[in-house]
């Protein structure tokens, strides 16, 4: 069963939430939800299972109980099913600063025949960035939350092709001046490496400040990703200016190197 909770994030001291816990339960992750909690700061991450779920209670019940993680307005049969995250500190990329590194910039100026696109096929990178991997976090009621926050321009993809074939991309959702990058996948080499490196450079012409990775990591880290304490990013998320979406064109990927 899954709830419809009007305004639940609302419930959320997401300032104050565990650094390294879910901030939240909640099971709704119809598009107005998911939208409202990027804007809020948090991201989900929803059980795929039974087995998921009955950990989370298993993990978490004892911070339920005390309120250090919220459980707000009626969730249903299931309220363990969805965890809403606000890590601290937040893994950031700031504009211009996308890493290639320089044997990947060097080979990236010989392909001639890789080109970068936004949104020409949101649900085929959806469906890459999920293929094979476990958990599958990426659950079908998430995928059709999210379907239909890109049909209403809030979610994006960006695609990297050789020639006529996908081999990389990744996606995620604008809130305000931050697109909060879900996923990535690769079928070559270094393909969703060009897919960020393609999308902070289109996301700051559109006026964007920040590339939200979620999850730190030494390879995060490695794309030029650096930690912002959670309440810095809180008041950019909630401070600063709206960017608008990043272009769509077809564009060579030798530009970025």
Known sequence: MTSRTTDWWHSVAVSVAPADAP????????????????????????????YARWMNEALYEDRVATGAIAVPGHVGELPYQVSWWS??????????????????????????????????????????????????????????????????????????????????????VRAGPVLSLDSMFHRLPDASRVAVADLGDRFTVAGGLLLDVQWDSPHIRSLGARPLPRDDYLDLLRSGPPAGPPSTELLPAARLA
Do not use: K
Not at 31 to 46: T, V
């Open 23 to 50: 901030a939240a339960f909640c099971s709704d992750l119809g598009a107005p939800s998911l939208l409202a909690a990027y804007r809020a700061g948090l991201f989900p991450m929803p059980a795929p299972d039974e």
């Open 87 to 172: 890590p601290d500190p937040r893994p950031v990329i700031r504009p211009g600063h996308a890493r290639l590194g320089r044997r990947l910039a060097r080979r990236l100026r010989n392909r001639l025949d890789w080109a970068t696109s936004v949104d020409r096929d949101f649900g085929r990178v959806v469906a890459q960035c999920g293929a094979g991997r476990e958990p599958r976090w990426l659950t079908e009621e998430l995928r059709r939350g999210l379907q239909e926050l890109h049909e209403q321009g809030w979610a994006h993809s960006v695609e990297v092709w050789q020639g006529a074939e996908l081999v990389g991309g990744a996606f995620g």
